[in-house]
């Protein structure tokens, strides 16, 4: 029996911390009620397990003490109460609040200073003096984006000024040498286009060395659809070299969606396709250039080709070139062929500019007896163009978070016996507001006006359907004028599937037939993250603003966009 006691007594001994460890505690007060009210402001940890972590808090406390102004504070010896209360009393003594911090003009641009204190002067800055850590820290990064990375700051001959300032000398240490990128290599993905690294990055040799700017250049890779980022750049500093790593990855970029059918008319005979396709390939050539084609046949009888590249950067120079062919067939009515070619500079990561021409040709097909109209025209048009981007990568299903492209025209209608003054303008924007990372509005706004003295049937404006108004045919709606507004409510189950509501509107003017009409549409639709790609399901019920919702004028959309 009394070994089973003993065994339990042990056995408590072992695994009871209470008899081995108990909590010690802190208390600091300072020489009046007004600097014990300080010191407690800065919550400073008063339980302790053991006696060296109760000192190490003590020389924290005093620590920072210093950086409140009060560099003169004295700490007594910690006194012990009782087992486990310990008591420190300090003189905080005078508090600095500023101080005078001298500086040679050669090294600092005073530029820079303005940034952080409005009490700049010849050979000094006055700052406070709780602001020494943020301002030394600043003025380093500032000479390290000069090329000097291994510079060190200190204070020096620091000295009492009066009561309430200090004074003290900015020593800068750096090499003699400025650090700048001497070679840039290229891990991963060695075709990665160079000209990206000069003109999007802005990342060249010969350039000032800064690793911080470096890595906040390279994030921007997350705005191209060809590659990205596989971890943080790095750099060999050797004696007389800079040699900088950038890790990359090329990305699947290249796009398909839509469906083709075909069949044959019972009236001519002849095989007649109907649907749509739309293809991308984008960097097949590691050149970063882009390919689009695009074929559509709907209900309409309207058949449109469109084909377009563009060419970034050509002959390592900031200047891209952008072709584009279309070609619009509506039924037996009129063709319309448009032909573009803009020059375009990218200003940044997120914008660029256009300049170019355009030349449209459209021919009646009808004969000289119908009352529509339709006339054979040329027009040439001066372009102007701005667009702006912005991804958000982290998002599988919403890539872009917001867009904007606004065009401007201007340029002569001819017809063979008239010419005509004519001006278009086209915006097209749309932002995502991320109200968390599952719900989301999306709202899209379009809008476009050809100003002209008289109109022909076949240069409307057209629009109507998936990318523009919902619930109504595809280019159905012919105006001078028109602007819509999508909007979407966004619910993403998870990080491959989401349902949204689909609320449109739409204001139209048609001068040759002197309409002024409001449209909407109303309905939902779901998108899923299949192997095969994204698939998008859309069911909406369009009318005009005076018209009873009617079920048989609802339309449905279904596509699947793949990715290889």
């Given amino acids: ?9 042990v056995i408590s001994i072992l695994f009871s911390t209470k008899v081995f460890c108990q909590d010690l505690f802190l208390k600091v007060k300072g020489d009046s009620e007004a600097e014990t009210l300080i010191i407690d402001s800065i919550n400073y940890n008063k339980t302790h397990k053991d006696y060296t972590s109760l000192k190490l808090e003590v020389n924290t406390i005093q620590k920072k003490l210093y950086k409140l102004g009060f560099i003169e504070n004295e700490f007594e010896e910690i006194k012990k109460l009782n087992d486990s209360i310990f008591i420190s009393k300090v003189k905080l003594k ?46 380093n990064s500032k000479i390290t984006e000069k090329g000097f990375p291994f510079s060190k700051l200190r204070l020096s001959n620091i000295r009492i000024k009066d009561d309430s300032n200090l004074e003290a000398d900015l020593y800068v240490e750096s090499s003699s040498e400025k650090r700048t990128i001497s070679d840039i290599v290229i891990k991963g993905y060695e075709k990665f286009p160079k000209a990206y690294l000069k003109y999007f990055l802005k990342i060249k040799p010969t350039q000032d060395f800064d690793l911080k700017k470096i890595r906040t250049k390279t994030e921007q890779l997350n705005n191209l659809n060809f590659a ?38 019972e009236e001519t005979n002849k095989l007649e396709f109907d649907g749509y396709l739309n293809l991308n390939l984008t960097n097949n050539l590691n050149f970063g250039e882009s390919f689009r084609l695009l074929y559509k046949s709907d209900e309409n009888d309207q058949k449109t080709f469109e084909t377009d590249i563009s060419l970034p950067y050509l002959l390592k120079s900031p200047i891209g070139l952008d072709l584009l062919l279309r070609i619009f067939k ?50 040439e048009y001066f372009t102007l163009a701005y667009q702006f981007s912005n991804p958000q990568p982290y998002s599988l299903l919403f890539p872009i978070n917001s867009k904007l492209y606004f065009e401007t025209n201007f340029g002569n209608r001819k017809t063979i016996s008239n010419k005509e003054k ?39 404006l057209r629009f109507g359907g998936i990318n523009s108004i919902r619930g109504f045919e595809e280019n159905s709606i012919f105006s001078t004028l028109f602007g819509l507004i999508n909007t979407e409510y966004r ?74």
């Fill in 94 to 139: 005078r508090k600095f609040n500023t101080i005078f911090i001298y500086y040679k003009k050669e090294l600092i641009d005073k530029l820079n200073l303005k940034l952080i204190s409005n009490n700049i002067y010849r050979d000094y800055i006055k700052i406070e003096f709780t602001q020494i850590e943020n301002t030394l820290s600043y003025i």
């Fill in 228 to 265: 990205n980022e596989i971890k943080p750049p790095e750099v060999l500093f050797l004696k007389d070299s800079t040699t900088l790593y950038l890790y990359l990855e090329k990305t699947r970029s290249n796009a398909f969606d839509g469906f083709l059918g075909f069949g044959t008319n």
């Fill in 422 to 460: 004519q001006s278009l303008l086209s915006i097209d924007a749309f932002k995502i507001f991320n109200l968390n990372q599952k719900n989301s509005i999306y709202i899209r706004g379009n809008g476009s006006k050809l100003i002209s003295n008289t109109y022909f049937e076949n240069e409307l």
């Fill in 330 to 379: 509506k039924d037996s009515t009129f063709t319309t062929i448009n032909q573009f070619a803009k020059l375009h500079y990218q200003l940044n990561a997120l914008n660029k500019v256009y300049a170019g021409i355009s030349a449209t040709e459209s021919n009646n097909l009808l004969n000289s007896g119908s009352n529509l109209p339709i006339e054979d025209y040329n027009s």
């Fill in 491 to 564: 619910l993403q189950i998870n990080n491959s599937i989401y349902i949204h509501s689909i609320i449109d509107a739409a204001y139209f003017e048609n001068k040759i037939l002197s309409i002024k009409e409001k449209l909407f549409g109303y309905g939902f639709g779901f998108g899923i993250l299949t192997k095969s790609g994204l698939l998008r399901f859309n069911y909406a019920n369009g009318k005009l603003e005076n018209q009873k919702f009617n079920l048989s004028n609802s339309k449905i959309h279904l596509s699947l966009t793949t990715q290889f």
């Fill in 1 to 9: 029996m009394k070994k089973i006691h003993s065994l339990i007594l």
